[in-house]
């Protein structure tokens, strides 16, 4: 089959086309775009990663189109239904970094909790060991809330537990043998809100959970309480969580992803309102951003990239595995 991959990086085109030998395989570093299509559109398998954006035009361009493999678990950025109407296979790997992804979560909390960042910066600017204004607090004792109990969220609580915290959770299908198993309990969302100390994001992006955290329910949030988002920006509304940070409602953001964030990292020229409230929030001085790095770890692109050739394999056999179900 002809198989065209994006957004490579490193060493991993010498990977894929060893791995897909006796295969055509086409390797792009590029993301994957309406507007920077490739100039071959007759692939029949293409793999992309987050960055890319196979929307309803991205589909419609390739008309051998048979497989698109997301290198990724979450398939928000993949237009499910056209590829459905198309008969087109969409595969994720499924489980490649839920302790990856819970531990870097942990990281954007200490680094919090402890002024890490800060600290970092006034030795490095003033040369003197000066702690004004780096008082942090512990994690011992607080209040922990997971938004989403799957593979990740399950990981960040035993994390939660590790550090003595108590732990609650909120999740759409409650997992009672796990709530006993692990000793937290599910609670709605309003009362996860106003209890918790430390808000931890990990669901994926779906139409029910876009702007999840939003200006309606911005105020039920304990006053002072941390927002940790490893998930996908869109599930917090940008404006409440900048509203939220501004009055105290949340005392500080430790962001892995932001609303709009493909459309922002592509070579296209973005919306001026989207950058304008992106930077606002990367100035803010009690906001962390990072560049959507929880998963890049080597143990987990290894899992990524292995469970990826075997999902193309298994498609190639006629015997497809890890397939993504188009929304009804």
């Known amino acids: 089959m002809k198989i065209g991959i994006f957004n490579i990086r490193g060493s991993e085109e010498e990977f894929f086309k060893n791995a897909l030998a006796g295969n055509e395989v086409e390797c792009f570093s590029t993301s994957l775009l309406a507007e920077n299509l490739p100039q071959s ?3 029949e398998v293409i793999s ?29 950025h993949i237009d499910l239904k056209r590829a459905s109407e ?4 969409v595969s994720n790997v499924p489980v490649y970094g839920e302790s990856t992804v819970a531990e870097f979560a942990f990281a954007l909390l200490l680094a919090i909790a402890k002024k890490i960042v800060q600290a970092d910066l006034s030795v490095k600017i003033t040369e003197k060991f000066n702690r004004e204004g780096l008082m942090g607090f512990d994690l011992i004792g607080k209040t922990f809330g997971v938004i989403g109990t799957g593979h990740i969220g399950t ?30 309990s599910y609670v709605s969302l309003e009362q996860l809100l106003s209890r918790s100390d430390v808000i931890s994001l990990h669901i994926p992006l779906l139409p029910e959970t876009k702007h999840l955290i939003n200006q309606k329910n911005i105020g039920f949030i304990k006053r002072g309480a941390v927002l940790i988002n490893t998930s996908r920006g869109e599930i917090v509304e940008s404006q409440a ?16 992803v932001m609303e709009n964030e493909i459309t922002l990292r592509a070579n296209t020229e973005p919306d001026p309102e989207e950058v304008k409230i992106n930077d606002k929030l990367i100035e ?5 951003v990072t560049p959507h790095n929880a998963s890049n770890t080597k143990e987990a692109m290894d899992r990524i990239r292995q469970t990826t050739v075997d999902n193309i394999k298994a498609f190639i056999n006629s015997n497809p595995q890890n397939v993504v179900k188009s929304p009804s």
């Not at 990663?49 to 196979?54: E, H, L, P, Q, R």
């Open 41 to 43: 559109k007759d692939f």
């Open 48 to 76: 992309v990663f987050t960055d890319s954006k196979v929307d309803f035009p991205v589909i419609d361009a390739f008309s051998n189109l048979k497989l698109i493999a997301a290198r990724s678990t979450g398939t928000d």
């Open 86 to 89: 198309k008969n087109i296979t």
């Open 155 to 184: 990981s960040a609580i035993k994390i939660a537990k590790g550090f003595n915290m108590e732990v609650i959770a909120f999740d759409a299908y409650p997992n009672q043998e796990l709530a006993e198993k692990l000793q937290f």
């Open 241 to 256: 969580l900048i509203q939220g940070l501004e009055t105290g409602i949340i005392s500080a953001a430790g962001l892995d």
């Open 284 to 288: 803010m001085s009690n906001v962390i």
